[in-house]
């Protein structure tokens, strides 16, 4: 399947077909791992392992505290 990412407010996103989702029980508020091993493709995968989502949520919220705490106000 080829796809195109299409623009997103500032951003670009990927429309992920239906019968995709549901073939991975991945819905709007499941979270996804996105992650490349060799700088060429992209792997996404839903988070199923709560540990790994802890971890995951621990960096994002180091990494990007100050906007979050803007997003806030």
């Not at 996103?13 to 499941?30: K, Q, S, V, Y």
């Not at 792997?43 to 392992?49: D, G, W």
Request: proline share 5%.
């Amino acid at each position: 399947m080829i796809k195109k990412l299409v623009p997103h407010g500032n951003a670009l996103a990927l429309i992920i077909d239906r019968p995709i989702l549901e073939l991975l029980r991945i819905e709007a508020h499941t979270p996804l791992e996105i992650e490349t091993v060799d700088g060429k493709s992209l792997t996404i995968r839903p988070v199923r392992n709560s540990v790994a989502l802890k971890a995951a949520m621990k960096e994002i919220n180091r990494k990007y505290r100050k906007t979050l705490k803007n997003l806030d106000k």
